[in-house]
């Protein structure tokens, strides 16, 4: 790792304090050395463990639905995370998209004090400033009045098993942080997203002879017309301002080689839906255009179900992923806002995502008060080029602490 010269120091994280800038540094190096991309993030989650155990915070592995895929909860104040209401669940997932472009992944080297690596945007460096935050709040020997709760999880860039299994334990909370990258802002809300496909279904038949087979590309240009005519609503979110849901025809698969005529055409796309839509509301407004399509066309043959390419697990396709907002006057921001301002920074912008995150399953499935505030810039994730300042990732663990010491302590 190059030379990181830390140029932030706070009351919890800095030089001479209770967790040096250096050994944030490091524990974040690991942690993004650690390929944990969905799927196998077995060894990042035994590191994150062994990263709490020896700094004596409690830890409990709480199994998902896939072997060796497991949720790390690791609590300060109790000796189980569902031993009593907690005063803050700060949830991160440790899972990572492939590497996809990205040339040298896991070189952590430090230059300019920024650190690369795959999934140190989105979001190991978030989940690993709050693991740091914990460990400075133990650090400090205090009692806290109500516990603290790391929610780390698995598999959310994928079936999100993780938050999934999380929600199942009925885990309570006054409050909670999804510390994905908001990049300084803080964020209060979420579109949710559906993903559907559509099977149209034609006849086979040599290219030369067209006239025998049933074209499934032809017959699915109605229902094109009509998804790309589709409009949504506008939702009034208050001073996060009007939203409205959105439709992405993305992927079309159909024949099988150039000189046969079509037996089926496969159309895939993103539905974003906003509060008040949820992922069935949405797969009937496909339906029905399907239905006006099958007006004009008689006999076509075409059915609408949520499915994604990466999803094999009935329960996600049964959940769905779905919209969520927290109202803008919620006290947890004052608590944030009055944490950050300690750290030097002034107020924190309020924001609604057009993207999705697990607030979703805080909100809707646990009724927990949830915002999203977390280091990096989100539009790097996924990139061929990931990168966080480290003091700014030392930052956000600050303003955890604070955050923690108003709601814990």
């Given at each position: 790792?190059?030379?990181?010269?830390p140029n932030?120091?706070?009351a919890y994280i800095?030089a001479?304090?209770?967790?040096t800038?250096?050994?944030?540094c490091?524990?974040?190096?690991?942690?993004?050395k650690?390929?944990?991309?969905?799927?196998?993030?077995g060894?990042?989650?035994?590191?994150?463990?062994?990263?709490?155990?020896e700094?004596?915070?409690m830890?409990?592995?709480t199994?998902?639905?896939?072997e060796?895929?497991?949720?790390?909860?690791?609590?300060?104040?109790?000796?189980?995370f569902?031993?009593?209401?907690?005063?803050?669940?700060?949830?991160?997932?440790?899972?990572?998209?492939?590497?996809l472009?990205?040339?040298?992944?896991?070189?952590?080297e430090?230059?300019?004090?920024?650190?690369c690596?795959?999934?140190?945007?989105?979001?190991?460096s978030?989940l690993v400033?709050a693991?740091?935050?914990?460990?400075?709040?133990?650090?400090?020997?205090?009692?806290?009045?109500?516990?603290l709760?790391?929610?780390?999880v698995?598999?959310?860039e994928?079936?999100?098993?993780?938050?999934?299994a999380?929600?199942?334990?009925?885990?309570k909370?006054d409050?909670?942080i999804v510390?994905?990258?908001?990049?300084?802002?803080?964020?209060?809300?979420c579109?949710?997203?559906t993903?559907?496909r559509?099977?149209v279904?034609?006849l086979?038949?040599?290219?030369s002879?067209?006239?025998?087979?049933?074209?499934?590309?032809?017959k699915a240009?109605?229902?094109l017309?009509?998804?790309?005519?589709?409009?949504?609503?506008?939702?009034?979110l208050?001073?996060?301002?009007?939203?409205q849901?959105?439709?992405?025809?993305?992927k079309?698969?159909?024949?099988?080689?150039?000189?046969n005529?079509?037996?089926?055409a496969?159309?895939?796309?993103?539905?974003?839906?906003?509060?008040?839509e949820d992922?069935?509301?949405?797969?009937?407004?496909?339906?029905?255009?399907?239905?006006?399509?099958?007006?004009?066309i008689p006999?076509?043959?075409?059915?609408?179900?949520?499915?994604r390419?990466?999803?094999?697990?009935?329960?996600?396709?049964?959940?769905?992923?779905?919209?969520?907002?927290?109202?803008?006057d919620?006290?947890?921001?004052?608590?944030?806002?009055?944490?950050?301002?300690?750290?030097?920074?002034?107020?924190?912008p309020?924001?609604?995502?057009?993207g999705?995150?697990?607030?979703?399953?805080l909100?809707?499935?646990?009724?927990?008060?949830?915002?999203?505030?977390g280091?990096g810039d989100?539009?790097m994730a996924?990139?061929?080029?990931?990168?966080?300042?480290?003091?700014d990732?030392?930052?956000?663990?600050?303003?955890?602490?604070h955050?923690?010491?108003?709601?814990?302590?």
């Open positions: 790792m190059g030379t990181y010269e932030f120091n706070g800095g001479g304090k209770l967790l800038n250096e050994e944030l490091q524990i974040l190096s690991d942690v993004v650690c390929d944990s991309t969905f799927g196998r993030e060894d990042c989650g035994r590191l994150l463990t062994k990263i709490a155990a700094n004596g915070l830890v409990e592995i199994p998902t639905s896939a060796d895929r497991f949720n790390v909860m690791i609590t300060v104040g109790a000796d189980s569902l031993e009593k209401k907690n005063g803050l669940l700060i949830h991160g997932h440790y899972d990572t998209v492939p590497v472009d990205m040339l040298d992944p896991y070189n952590t430090v230059v300019g004090n920024k650190m690596g795959r999934g140190i945007v989105d979001q190991k978030g400033a693991l740091c935050a914990a460990i400075a709040v133990k650090r400090t020997g205090r009692t806290l009045k109500k516990p709760c790391i929610a780390c698995v598999d959310e994928s079936e999100h098993r993780g938050s999934y999380l929600a199942q334990t009925g885990v909370a409050w909670a510390t994905e990258p908001t990049n300084g802002n803080c964020e209060f809300g579109k949710g997203t993903p559907i559509i099977t279904k034609g086979t038949a040599h290219a002879n067209p006239w025998i087979g049933v074209n499934a590309i032809e240009m109605p229902i017309e009509g998804l790309f005519a589709m409009k949504f609503p506008e939702v009034d208050g001073e996060f301002g009007k939203y849901g959105t439709i992405c025809v993305s079309l698969d159909a024949g099988t080689a150039y000189n005529v079509p037996g089926e496969v159309i895939w796309m993103d539905r974003r839906t906003v509060p008040g992922s069935q509301l949405a797969l009937g407004q496909v339906r029905d255009v399907i239905a006006e399509a099958k007006k004009k006999g076509l043959q075409a059915e609408a179900e949520i499915a390419p990466d999803w094999h697990w009935p329960e996600i396709r049964a959940r769905g992923l779905n919209p969520t907002c927290t109202p803008a919620c006290e947890l921001y004052n608590v944030l806002n009055r944490a950050a301002s300690r750290t030097g920074l002034p107020d924190v309020k924001k609604f995502c057009n999705y995150n697990d607030m979703d399953f909100v809707n499935d646990l009724g927990i008060p949830t915002l999203v505030y280091s989100g539009s996924h990139t061929a080029h990931e990168e966080v300042d480290v003091d990732v030392c930052r956000v663990a600050e303003v955890f602490c955050m923690i010491e108003e709601l814990c302590m």
